[in-house]
């Protein structure tokens, strides 16, 4: 593979990080000594009251002086509308800043709410047809309960557009702080723990695959990122006790989307982009959708990516083999053996989706990512899709 010098780039990164075991109380505290007076809290569909977290969050920001409302029912893959009902209320009720209390589905659709409250026209209209993104926010700060997406970190959220079919970006605010503690994620469901890990095992790949494929220093560390992952979401689902493997995996989730990974490269996101166009059709798991799709579409990158599958067969799964094209399949195996090994599904079918016509219209639908080292047909994805049911 012949050596190309990473793209330019020009580096700021606007999200402070709180990390550590037990330090959302204080982190929330110092924080809201910055924060306007009259904060919407916003949530999911019924885990923070569940497990008390909820109470002591806006127990917390009323000892602040805050005055709290309400935004939950914010869903997994949350849609457009929910966007429209949150921004609705920031105007009603003189919200001055939104403290997103969740996953990536309640932190995004916060990053959109604060972008269309400030905003006279409709925002997906605005980015999709006019090409105009927003530059005034109401303030925000995400607190992380589930990781893996590494939402908190990013300004692009994912919102499922239901009239129209369609879960894409939309670029909204960056939240200006992000606090994982890891002990708010003690109490997700041990399958959501491994779709998360996947998720974030996912963004890692999808960007080492993106270009140049040479190796540069934003692919090294992806590698020891990578090697983190694998080896620490194996000691959690050994061990849900193990609070050091939590917390790695929540700052491994931070790392592979707060644009380190990501300097000088141009990202892939092709796996992404097929799994949020299923996703929009039958609103699944996102770690999930990811597990079934990533080794069909790298079997489908061979011959382009077979160089850089042997590196990652060499330098993430420890796999001794001299020949890349072989190196390259053993890769892929040794993904697919892991997608297994912590129970992540292999095909649709084990997450109840078989219907055919989703995978035509997914695959006439999705983005088409420029930084993915072949460019595919739609009648290519369709056939990656049925591979995988
Ligand atoms: O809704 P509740 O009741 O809170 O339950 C949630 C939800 O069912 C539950 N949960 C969260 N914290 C919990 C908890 N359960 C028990 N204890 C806790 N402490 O977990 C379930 C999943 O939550 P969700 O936020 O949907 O998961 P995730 O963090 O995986 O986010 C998925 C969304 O993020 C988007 C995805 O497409 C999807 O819409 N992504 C956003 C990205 C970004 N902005 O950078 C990148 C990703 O690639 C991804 O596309
Ligand atoms: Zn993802």
């Not at 904060?39 to 005055?67: F, N, P, Q």
């Not at 893959?77 to 966007?83: E, R, S």
């Not at 390259?328 to 997450?351: N, Q, R, T």
Request: proline share 4%.
């Amino acid at each position: 593979m012949e050596k190309a010098y990473m793209n330019n780039f020009t580096y700021q990164y606007p999200v402070r990080q709180h990390f550590g075991k037990g330090c959302a109380e204080s982190a929330i505290k110092e924080e809201m000594v910055h924060a306007g007076s009259r904060v919407l809290l916003a949530y999911g569909g019924g885990s923070l009251k569940r497990t008390g977290l909820y109470d002591k969050i806006a127990g917390w920001l009323h000892e602040c002086g805050k005055t709290v409302t309400d935004f939950g029912g914010i869903m997994p893959n949350p849609t457009y509308a929910k966007v429209q009902e949150g921004a609705r209320i920031v105007r009603e009720e003189g919200i001055d800043f939104i403290l997103a209390v969740g996953g990536g589905s309640v932190i995004d659709c916060c990053k959109i709410v604060a972008a269309q409250a400030r905003l006279e026209e409709d925002i997906w209209e605005m980015q999709y047809t006019r090409h105009l993104f927003p530059t005034e926010f109401v303030p925000s700060g995400a607190v992380v309960t589930v990781s893996g997406t590494g939402a908190e970190q990013n300004n692009r959220a994912v919102i499922t557009n239901t009239d129209m079919k369609l879960k894409q970006p939309l670029v909204g605010s960056y939240h200006s702080f992000a606090i994982l503690d890891s002990d708010l994620t003690r109490t997700v469901p041990m399958k959501q723990v491994i779709s998360g890990a996947f998720d974030t095992l996912s963004h890692c790949m999808e960007t080492y695959m993106g270009k140049p494929l040479s190796d540069n220093i934003s692919d090294e560390i992806n590698e020891a990122v990578m090697r983190n992952v694998i080896r620490n979401l194996r000691a959690l689902v050994a061990d849900p006790d193990n609070d050091f493997a939590r917390g790695e995996l929540m700052w491994d989730s931070a790392l592979a989307e707060n644009s380190l990974l990501k300097l000088g490269k141009q990202t892939d996101f092709q796996c992404h982009m097929i799994e949020h166009a299923v996703g929009a059709y039958t609103d699944c798991n996102h770690g999930q959708g990811l597990a079934v799709i990533h080794p069909a579409v790298y079997r489908h990158l061979i011959p382009e990516g077979t160089e850089k599958l042997a590196k990652m067969a060499e330098r993430v799964w420890g796999i001794r083999e001299k020949d890349p094209s072989v190196a390259a399949l053993k890769c892929i195996a040794a993904l697919e053996d892991f997608i297994l090994e912590v129970g992540l599904p292999a095909h649709w079918s084990e997450m109840g989706i078989t219907d055919e016509s989703v995978m035509r219209a997914a695959a006439d639908t999705c983005l088409l990512t420029p930084g993915c080292c072949r460019r595919f047909t739609r009648d290519e994805i369709f056939s990656i899709l049925k591979e995988c049911m």
